[in-house]
């Protein structure tokens, strides 16, 4: 059979020729389509609930809301493993799927779920999904960056106003972007409008701290109304309620005594302040700053991702979307890991050709030969990149290096052959055999042997591929 095959591709020159050029045209396709990335992800198929409570200590936490989130939890099929982190105010349930589950069949399956945990968990707590990310998920990182104040109390409301910037004017501009699943933003004060209010004053006007709760939520809203008519028009009538300012939140009537309505001002002191933070964020260690990190989407294309991120990026900072004197500044690129990787694989690569090259004219003397055997070596790996592409293998710094690594294999049979070829064509000069026979019998001749070698530098990989966890991830196929 083997043999067939091999007299047939030796008859059929221009078969072989196009089919060349079609891996050539494919492999080349493949490779510029292929997701590249620094290394491959080994995250597992998990999915993460979290859920905040206010207030609340971890030991109740842990009764209330981790303990029936868990238990709603338990049954889904294909579960693995399931772990929860509990804290002051804080609660993380991960449900760990097999490898095997579909991303979002498994978010799919959470989801259904939560309908029973949201029942059993006290009311005020929120409860949701974690976005759908990896740990390589972190390809974008930058500062927001202008004139920080010196006075203490400006450089507060200066962060303030960057870390507002930052939720309401980049974060949306950015998880726009393709690819995009979440930004992470941290440094600098919320802000926030706080009541204050002042017991005596709450007694001598018999209001309750529960009374200034409502009235707030209450009157912080727009309503719909009907429709009114007016001969042949139509007029839409509608409440408008939305607080806008200080000012706002401070003619909120309270209640209304002996016809005199008591307002908010009357009870409680309304300004605008920062929420109490549990943290900072500094750059260099000496001025606190206000950043976010842009996290990848799982399954797509960092090198892809992180390209339209800057072209973003670039537009917020040339287009006068930030208020003035204020600047997004990136000091972290996956982009830059991705290219010191896949340029230190193909440095590698090149490298081996020219000593490929030199050797084979050093071994053959032959400078036809030493081509005809480099010419296997780049159609290899452009077959590879195709391959690669039609399972969904990323390339990254393990990939590529394995890559690398077959170069010697692939070299070693074809010199064997080549070489073998060389000398039954040296010594049929003078006779008049068919040249595709000789280069057959050449070939033939070496074939099996070439092939036992070339399975026993393949069973050298085998113990890799009983490797498991994190481990066998990073190593496998």
């Known amino acids: 059979m083997l043999e067939k095959i091999i007299a047939y591709t030796l008859r059929q020159k221009g078969m072989v ?17 292929l997701p590249i990335d620094a290394f491959p992800d080994v995250t597992n198929i998990q999915v993460e609930i979290v859920s905040h409570a206010d207030g609340l200590s971890a030991l109740e936490i842990e009764r209330n809301v981790t303990y029936p989130i868990e238990t709603a939890m338990r049954g889904l099929p294909d579960i693995e493993q399931m772990r929860s982190v509990t804290k002051f105010g804080l609660s993380i349930v991960t ?18 779920r939560l309908a029973e945990a949201r029942e059993k968990v006290p009311k005020g707590v929120a ?8 740990a390589m998920g972190e390809i974008y990182q930058y500062t927001l960056e202008g004139k920080m104040p010196e006075d203490p109390q400006e450089k507060i409301a200066y962060l303030t106003n ?24 941290f440094g600098g004060y919320f802000k926030q409008y706080q009541v204050i209010v002042s017991p005596e004053k709450l007694v001598k006007y018999a209001v309750t701290v529960e009374d200034v709760y409502t009235a707030i939520g209450s009157n912080n809203e727009n309503v719909g109304g009907n429709l009114l008519e007016r001969g042949t028009d139509q007029y839409i009538v509608r409440g408008v309620g939305l607080i806008k300012n200080v000012g706002d939140i401070e003619t909120i009537v309270l209640k209304s005594a002996g016809g005199t309505p008591v307002y908010i001002r009357d009870v409680a002191q309304v300004k605008v302040g920062e929420a109490v933070r549990m943290g900072a964020a500094m750059k260099d260690g000496k001025d606190e700053c206000v950043g976010g990190i842009v996290m990848m989407l799982r399954g797509e294309n960092s090198r892809d ?22 600047k997004l500044v ?18 590698a690569l090149l490298e081996g050709a020219i000593l490929v090259l030199i050797v084979l004219y050093l071994l053959l003397n032959s400078f036809r030969g030493s081509v005809v055997v480099l010419i296997a070596l780049p159609l290899s790996l452009l077959a590879t990149f195709i391959v690669m592409k039609l399972m969904g293998i990323t390339a990254n710094l393990m990939s590529l290096g394995g890559l690398a690594i077959s170069i ?12 073998n070829v060389q000398r039954h064509l040296s010594e049929d000069e003078g006779q008049r055999h068919p040249r595709v ?13 070439s092939i036992f070698g070339e399975l026993i530098i393949a069973l050298t990989f085998i113990p890799i591929l009983s490797l498991e966890g994190i481990e066998g991830k990073m190593f496998s196929p």
């Open 127 to 134: 409860v949701a999904m974690g976005p759908i990310g990896t």
């Open 17 to 33: 020729v196009f089919l060349a050029l079609l891996i050539i045209a494919f492999g080349t396709y493949s490779y510029l389509k």
């Open 437 to 449: 026979l000789t280069v057959l019998k050449a070939v033939m001749e070496v074939r099996k042997p």
């Open 162 to 185: 960057l870390r507002t910037v930052q939720e309401w004017v980049i974060t949306p501009q950015l998880k726009s972007v393709a690819g995009v699943n979440e930004i992470n933003s």
């Open 330 to 347: 990136p000091y972290y690129d996956r982009s830059d890991i991705v290219k010191a990787s896949v340029n230190t694989v193909n440095k």
């Open 408 to 419: 010697g294999m692939i070299i070693d049979t074809t010199i064997i052959q080549v070489e």
């Open 305 to 326: 991702v992180v390209r339209r991120v800057a072209v973003k990026v670039k537009e917020m900072n040339e287009n006068n979307v930030l208020p003035e004197g204020i």
């Open 95 to 112: 449900v760990v799927f097999k490898d095997n589950v579909d991303i979002y069949f498994a978010r799919q399956l959470v989801f259904e």
